[in-house]
């Protein structure tokens, strides 16, 4: 008789800790169906073979995780070469990438939505939620030639409101790697001014000068979420220079940031975002080549502040 309870009690305890596991592990799955587009830098179809993958991020309940949700990844690989793809099925989370050798890689990541079935009295009472998109557009940019590149970060100008001018315009140094006013000895590169908009307009000392890289669209129903970097700038171009910029004039054809190519008054051609702070790219070599390989980390130099030597590493994007 003991030992028949203790059998009954034995499959009452695994029975529940099979159901706590089917509840704990019970997976948040929504239908995906997406099709899209493949294009090159030109905005033409790619009509060579490009292989598209599809990462199918899950996501689950997980006690023991410190935010309580634990996740797996499933990926599905297939080629097109006309261009045009598609994929259905059921995720949590789905990212789409296009890879090509010779080609930079991209990825873009597609957002849940939701979609009212059923309404009472103006009020939804079924929602169902799902990824679908039919527009995802993909943009496959050659790789430039590699090269060793300077790169500075978080470089500042000062406005004339601002205490850090002492009531003087200022500019930027790629020499000196600092700001200054431009009546000091000195001499700058990049003059900030004011418009009468107030915004932020910057001037390249001749015979340098701006040329701006515009974004490409993520999705075709949303083309104001646009994106850039420095990755998807791999040559700068040999003309079509300006010396004065508004990068606020380019502000509603980016998401975030605002990217130009730029030529220094000595020759030197490099590639320049606007964040408020400034980072940029040289090739001191005077190429035109943009194509970060390894760089060299060229901080900010405060001349008031005593700084190590510069570090002379080369450093990939991936381990900075």
Not at 169 to 174: E, T, V
Not at 241 to 264: L, R, S
Not at 287 to 313: A, G, Q
Request: with cysteine.
């Amino acid at each position: 008789m003991k030992r028949l309870l203790f059998t009954i009690i034995l499959s009452l305890i695994c029975f529940s800790s099979v159901a706590l596991a089917e509840e704990v592990t019970k997976e948040n799955l929504f239908p995906v169906d997406i099709s899209g587009k493949v294009f090159d830098k030109n905005g033409n179809l790619f009509n060579e073979e490009v292989l598209i993958k599809i990462t199918a991020e899950i996501t689950f309940p997980d006690a023991a995780s410190v935010d309580g949700v634990g996740s797996r990844e499933e990926s599905y690989e297939f080629k097109v070469s006309n261009g045009h793809f598609s994929w259905s099925g059921k995720a949590s989370y789905i990212t789409v990438t296009a890879e090509k050798e010779g080609y930079h890689r991209i990825s873009v990541k597609l957002p849940r939505s939701k979609r009212i079935i059923e309404e009472e009295d103006g009020f939804p009472v079924r929602v169902a939620t799902e990824i679908t998109s039919r527009d995802t557009i993909l943009y496959l940019i050659p790789k430039g030639v590699s090269s060793k590149l300077e790169y500075t970060e978080n470089a500042y100008i000062p406005d004339l409101d601002e205490k850090q001018s002492f009531g003087k315009q200022c500019g930027w140094s790629f020499a000196k790697r600092w700001y200054y006013p431009v009546d000091k000895d000195v001499p700058v590169d990049i003059v900030l001014d004011i418009n009468e908009n107030n915004q932020h307009i910057y001037t390249m000392k001749e015979p340098g000068g701006f040329v701006y890289c515009p974004g490409l669209p993520q999705r075709e129903s949303a083309l104001n979420e646009l994106y850039n970097n420095f990755n998807l700038m791999p040559e700068a171009p040999e003309d079509g220079y300006v010396q004065t910029i508004c990068p606020a004039d380019n502000a509603d054809k980016e998401q975030g940031d605002i990217y130009y190519y730029f030529k220094t008054p000595d020759g030197k051609y490099g590639k320049i975002a606007f964040r408020g702070y400034i980072d940029y790219y040289i090739n001191p070599d005077g190429s035109r080549d943009l194509e970060v390989d390894k760089f060299l980390y060229r901080p900010p130099l405060n001349p008031d502040v005593k700084h190590m030597p510069d570090d002379n590493e080369a450093y990939s994007p991936d381990e900075y």
